[in-house]
């Protein structure tokens, strides 16, 4: 049976889980759990750590100081927290992509591929005001890929180096499609 319990160790009150047998001083043939009369030992080994933790202590570069892993921090400046990239799958330490020596803007993240219900457009700025986005090929490039079984690739760049502007802004517009 498993209970709370309660008892004072050197002058101290410990609370916790565990096992009690209604027989006094049997053995359970479960290894982790060993019962000595009215006294419960159990060993407990907790799961190896996943999730964003995991993640953060392999995503950034060694020099990254604790508070630049934060979910609310945007290691690289390129307005995706590092909470986003977790989500996306993308790199927190990349906002730009080089291709033959020149760098450019990119966003990139792969999916399921059955979202035949949805548009997914690239759009870019020189600046942050509603009318200056475009969705032009001759801007910005979407393209989606197949990325192995079941999964695609979305990656959305900028058509012009970062050298030919002195700001640039890109962003993903997903939306439903309409019957």
């Known amino acids: 049976m498993f209970q709370m319990h309660s008892y004072f160790k050197d002058d101290a009150l410990v609370t916790g ?9 049997q053995i359970s043939t479960d290894s982790r759990v060993r019962i000595d009369s009215y006294q419960v030992t159990a060993d407990f080994t907790p799961p190896p750590a996943s999730g964003y933790a995991t993640w953060s202590e392999t995503a950034f570069p060694a020099e990254a100081i604790p508070e630049q892993r934060e979910p609310a921090y945007d290691f690289d400046n390129d307005g995706l927290s590092n909470l986003l990239e977790y989500g996306l799958g993308s790199d927190p330490a990349a906002q730009v992509v080089e291709i033959t020596g020149q760098k450019y803007l990119q966003i990139q993240w ?9 548009s997914t457009l690239g ?15 001759a801007e910005v490039l979407t393209t989606i890929a197949p990325a192995g079984e079941g999964l695609e690739t979305v990656t959305i760049r900028d058509a012009e180096p970062l050298t030919a502007h002195t700001k640039r802004f890109l962003r993903a517009r997903i939306q439903l499609n309409t019957p």
């Open 110 to 118: 792969t999916r399921p591929d059955d979202r035949t219900d949805i």
């Open 17 to 25: 889980y565990g096992w009690y047998a209604d027989t006094h001083g």
């Open 123 to 137: 759009e870019i700025s020189n600046d942050l005001a509603p009318p200056s986005w475009t969705s032009d090929p």
